[in-house]
């Protein structure tokens, strides 16, 4: 398994695998019509975009075996002045998980934001009903600080919990 950070050639790539966890994970949580339409264009734009410019704030961590992109974070410093930074997505391809890639990951993230934003919170969105990705996130230190209702790129909106961490070096030493 290799580690790098993203480049835009790489937005396609991140794209259909955040398109096939959602399809895999939220089915239930958000309209089949959305997940079972072209998700893939959706995310392309997306990751095309966030992948365009050189942002300092925003890192992007892929995980690759061999040629095959098997996982990716984004986070992105100092987003919020009450909570911190942001881990905006992190995502495991479906035969890749329970291998520790995403601790990994959720590591790489945090080693980043430390030596850019040490002293400030670590926060991320989780859907309620994830059940799994909530698991994960209290297992590596996360406390869930409250659940409120947020907009999905669906249309629509569902319960999402905030987990938070007090600073990057609480989520490293929790892996």
Partial sequence: MQFREAQHSDAAAIARL????WQRT???MMPDA??????????????????????????V??????ANLVG???????????????IENTHVAEAYK?????????????????????DLGVYLWAMEANDTARRFYE??????????????PAGGSAPN???VWANPAALISAG
């Fill in 18 to 21: 955040h398109a096939n966890s």
């Fill in 26 to 28: 939220y089915r239930g």
């Fill in 34 to 59: 959305f997940l079972d339409g072209d998700v893939v264009a959706d995310r392309l734009q997306v990751w095309h975009d966030r992948l365009a410019h050189d942002r300092p704030n925003q890192f």
């Fill in 61 to 66: 961590c892929l995980v690759e075996d061999g």
């Fill in 72 to 86: 990716f974070i984004c986070a992105i410093g100092n987003e919020d002045p009450v909570w911190g930074s942001y």
């Fill in 98 to 118: 329970r291998q520790g890639i995403g601790t990994k990951l959720m590591q790489a993230a945090a080693v980043w934001l430390k030596g850019r934003h040490a």
């Fill in 139 to 152: 297992q590596l230190g996360g406390a869930n600080v409250g659940t409120v209702d947020r907009l999905d």
């Fill in 161 to 163: 919990c905030r987990y």
